[in-house]
Protein backbone atom coordinates (compact mmCIF):
# COMPACT_ATOMS: atom_id res chain seq x y z
CA UNK A 1 0.00 0.00 0.00
CA UNK A 2 1.32 3.42 -0.90
CA UNK A 3 0.33 5.99 1.39
CA UNK A 4 0.82 10.25 0.06
CA UNK A 5 -0.17 13.09 2.42
CA UNK A 6 -0.46 16.34 1.00
CA UNK A 7 -1.47 19.93 2.61
CA UNK A 8 -4.33 21.18 1.15
CA UNK A 9 -6.58 24.48 1.85
CA UNK A 10 -8.63 23.30 4.34
CA UNK A 11 -6.57 20.67 6.24
CA UNK A 12 -4.56 17.17 4.79
CA UNK A 13 -5.69 15.05 2.16
CA UNK A 14 -4.32 11.41 2.49
CA UNK A 15 -3.96 9.28 -0.90
CA UNK A 16 -4.02 5.36 -0.57
CA UNK A 17 -3.00 4.01 -3.88
CA UNK A 18 -1.99 -0.15 -4.14
CA UNK A 19 -3.41 -3.01 -1.89
CA UNK A 20 -6.10 -0.92 -0.02
CA UNK A 21 -9.63 -1.53 0.58
CA UNK A 22 -12.03 1.41 1.14
CA UNK A 23 -13.85 -0.81 4.10
CA UNK A 24 -10.32 -0.78 5.95
CA UNK A 25 -9.86 2.82 5.64
CA UNK A 26 -13.62 3.69 6.96
CA UNK A 27 -13.12 1.00 10.15
CA UNK A 28 -9.43 3.13 10.60
CA UNK A 29 -11.25 6.58 10.65
CA UNK A 30 -14.14 4.83 13.20
CA UNK A 31 -11.19 4.16 15.44
CA UNK A 32 -10.50 7.23 15.63
CA UNK A 33 -13.62 9.25 15.97
CA UNK A 34 -14.57 6.55 18.63
CA UNK A 35 -11.39 6.89 20.78
CA UNK A 36 -10.57 3.40 19.66
CA UNK A 37 -7.21 3.86 18.38
CA UNK A 38 -3.89 5.75 19.96
CA UNK A 39 -2.46 7.19 16.57
CA UNK A 40 -2.69 10.79 17.20
CA UNK A 41 -2.93 13.06 20.45
CA UNK A 42 -6.01 14.18 21.87
CA UNK A 43 -4.91 17.65 20.98
CA UNK A 44 -4.29 16.85 17.08
CA UNK A 45 -7.65 14.63 17.28
CA UNK A 46 -9.64 18.27 18.92
CA UNK A 47 -7.94 19.90 15.86
CA UNK A 48 -10.16 17.55 13.03
CA UNK A 49 -13.43 19.16 12.22
CA UNK A 50 -14.23 16.41 9.64
CA UNK A 51 -12.92 12.98 8.15
CA UNK A 52 -14.63 11.84 4.85
CA UNK A 53 -13.22 8.49 2.72
CA UNK A 54 -13.90 8.94 -0.66
CA UNK A 55 -12.71 6.63 -4.14
CA UNK A 56 -13.06 2.53 -4.39
CA UNK A 57 -10.54 -0.39 -3.18
CA UNK A 58 -7.22 0.11 -4.39
CA UNK A 59 -7.89 4.08 -4.99
CA UNK A 60 -8.86 5.47 -1.51
CA UNK A 61 -8.78 9.17 -0.22
CA UNK A 62 -8.93 10.64 3.34
CA UNK A 63 -9.78 14.12 3.63
CA UNK A 64 -9.36 15.73 6.70
CA UNK A 65 -10.29 19.23 7.42
CA UNK A 66 -8.94 21.38 10.18
CA UNK A 67 -6.07 22.74 11.46
CA UNK A 68 -3.94 20.48 11.39
CA UNK A 69 -0.49 20.15 9.79
CA UNK A 70 1.02 17.05 7.38
CA UNK A 71 3.51 16.13 10.08
CA UNK A 72 1.08 15.34 12.64
CA UNK A 73 -0.98 13.50 10.09
CA UNK A 74 2.32 11.59 8.51
CA UNK A 75 3.02 10.31 12.28
CA UNK A 76 -0.58 9.29 13.14
CA UNK A 77 -0.24 6.88 10.06
CA UNK A 78 2.84 5.62 11.09
CA UNK A 79 1.40 4.59 14.19
CA UNK A 80 -2.13 3.25 12.95
CA UNK A 81 -2.60 -0.62 13.72
CA UNK A 82 -5.33 -0.83 11.04
CA UNK A 83 -2.26 -0.01 8.25
CA UNK A 84 0.50 -1.40 9.64
CA UNK A 85 -1.17 -4.21 12.07
Known amino acids: ???SVFKVENGVKIAFSGVVQKEQIVKMV???ATGQ???M???TKQKIST???E???GDVS???SGDITQEEIERA????KVLNG
Open 1 to 3: MKK
Open 30 to 32: ENC
Open 37 to 39: CEC
Open 41 to 43: SEE
Open 51 to 53: MEV
Open 55 to 57: GQD
Open 62 to 64: LNL
Open 77 to 80: LAKS
